[in-house]
């Protein structure tokens, strides 16, 4: 076990979180995963899938049997200030995005190094209920561990809030066929590149675990993919997250 990064972690919390999703999606909707036979045995994992709600971290908790961590955005600007929290009271590793966020990343190749289950979102967001291109953190640990990437499609969880009476929105994760590993030669350019090839093909995959309407710039649809323009424009570009007034906290 990485005395610095371990896995699994805070098993009993986990565990506890992870039944209490059983009843709360209950409640709240129609909760379906499909795909199931599609899990392996075990990791090393790397899971990703779209990031169209706040709440699609627990959805995955929710639908994999395996102690998940994640790395994930440092600030929650989608989500209510309520559930700001539950991110820290679970545990994750922060990407504070516009940097090149080295911790999270050192902690993400540590925990597949130990056959461990990693969640990420490749959108970096969940500004847009589309598909949008990946960011390249996904690519880049999938190249550098050599796990398998399991994609997951999610969809239906903005129905849920704000809650209403009466009949429960349908909520979906659709769990895809494992793919992969992947390698990437070269510097420079041409690794860039071959990051780039990877990032689509993740993007491609979980497009499939996806009705059309939700693709984004993969959509079959020319006019879904003439809707979806303008959402591909990634917010923190030209902003650091967690600057303020000239330091990155």
């Known amino acids: 076990m990485n005395s610095k990064f371990p896995y699994p972690r805070r098993t009993i919390l986990r565990k ?14 129609d909760f379906r995963v499909s795909g199931k036979e599609n899990l392996p045995s075990g990791g090393p994992l790397l899971v ?21 961590e994640y790395v994930g955005g ?17 545990g994750y590793y922060p990407v504070y995005r516009g940097t090149g966020s080295r911790y999270a ?9 130990q056959d461990g289950i990693l969640g990420i979102l490749p959108e970096g967001g969940s500004w847009a209920e589309v598909l949008r291109p990946a960011r390249p953190g996904a690519a880049f640990l999938a190249s550098r561990s050599g796990a398998k ?33 992947f390698e990437v030669s ?4 041409e690794r860039r590149e071959q990051l780039d090839d990877i990032s689509l093909t993740i993007m491609k ?7 059309d309407r939700y693709r984004g710039f993969l959509a079959k649809d020319p006019a879904f993919r003439e809707a979806a323009k303008g959402t591909e424009q990634y917010p923190w570009n030209h902003k650091v997250e967690g600057e303020v007034e000239g330091e990155v906290h």
């Not at 070269?186 to 350019?189: A, D, I, L, N, V």
């Open 205 to 211: 995959e979980i497009a499939k675990l996806l009705p």
């Open 186 to 189: 070269g510097r420079g350019r």
């Open 48 to 68: 990703v899938s779209n990031h169209f709600s706040f709440i699609d971290p627990v959805a995955i908790v929710r639908a994999l049997p395996w102690p998940i």
């Open 16 to 29: 506890i979180v992870r039944w209490l999703t059983f009843p709360a999606f209950w409640l709240l909707s």
């Open 105 to 113: 990343l050192r902690a993400a190749e540590a925990i597949l190094d």
């Open 149 to 181: 990437i399991l994609p997951l499609g999610i969809y239906g969880l903005n129905d849920i809030f704000p809650v209403k009476f009466g009949k429960r929105p349908e909520a979906h994760v659709n769990i895809g066929k494992p793919f992969g590993p």
């Open 74 to 90: 440092a600030e929650f600007p989608h989500a209510p200030e309520i559930v700001k929290a539950l991110p820290q009271l679970y």
